[in-house]
């Protein structure tokens, strides 16, 4: 395999029959962010904490978006293809025991979700929140049952209406066995988030 990109990650709580947790931060955020998330919704599971490489504002991201805000398809492409090298460099040399569980927040689910269109062999389940599609048009490669979690705010004007029932339709189209729920909150994460996102990892996280 040729050499792939590194990532800055942290790792925490060793080894665990589960799939581990990949924390995917926001734009302007970094690897430390999610790590609380991560700790509340499932204390015993490890997790492994990326640092997206873009440097973007006061933090970083994982891909660029145009001055306007719509995506760079080009970057976005480019970093999934360095990103799945890395996960799979990682499950190769034990870094992560088993496919892990994609934990994606804003600019980290868009990424999750380009990471399963683009080698879905590389994630056991994904944890979408406030998710935005890397390919409106595109068809996702089979995704059968395939455990899938959106969560969206009803008043996030990040995002459009129907953004996260575009990326729930593609996921079902897929036969991804896809669980939805929208927040009475903006873009940021909403308290009852986090019991919803424990009770489905114990419902149907791997």
């Not at 990109?5 to 925490?12: I, K, M, T, Y």
């Not at 904490?49 to 970057?75: K, M, T």
């Not at 927040?105 to 944890?127: D, T, V």
Request: hydrophobic share 40%; glycine share 6%; aromatic share 6%.
């Amino acid at each position: 395999m040729p050499e792939q990109p590194e990532f800055h990650f942290v790792a925490g709580r060793g080894e665990y029959l589960s799939s581990p947790l990949l924390l995917l931060h926001g734009s302007s955020q970094d690897e430390t962010s999610l790590i609380s998330l991560a700790n509340a919704v499932a204390p015993q599971r490890p997790y492994m904490a990326l640092r997206g490489p873009v440097i973007w504002e006061s933090g970083f991201a994982f891909f660029c978006r145009h001055p306007d805000r719509s995506l760079d398809h080009a970057d976005l492409d480019r970093r999934t293809n360095d990103i799945c090298g890395f996960i799979a460099s990682a499950l190769e040399d034990n870094r992560l025991k088993h496919p892990p569980v994609l934990l994606g927040f804003s600019n980290g689910a868009i990424m999750a979700a380009s990471i399963l269109l683009r080698a879905p062999h590389l994630a056991s389940a994904a944890i979408l929140m406030r998710p935005l599609s890397p390919a409106p048009d595109a068809h996702f490669p089979s995704l059968t049952a395939l455990p899938i979690l959106i969560t969206s705010g009803a008043d996030d004007r990040r995002r459009n209406p129907g953004d996260a029932d575009l990326m729930k339709n593609q996921f079902a189209n897929a036969g991804a066995d896809v669980s939805a729920h929208v927040l009475a909150t903006g873009h940021d994460v909403n308290q009852d988030e986090i019991g919803i996102i424990r009770d489905w990892l114990i419902r149907k996280g791997p």
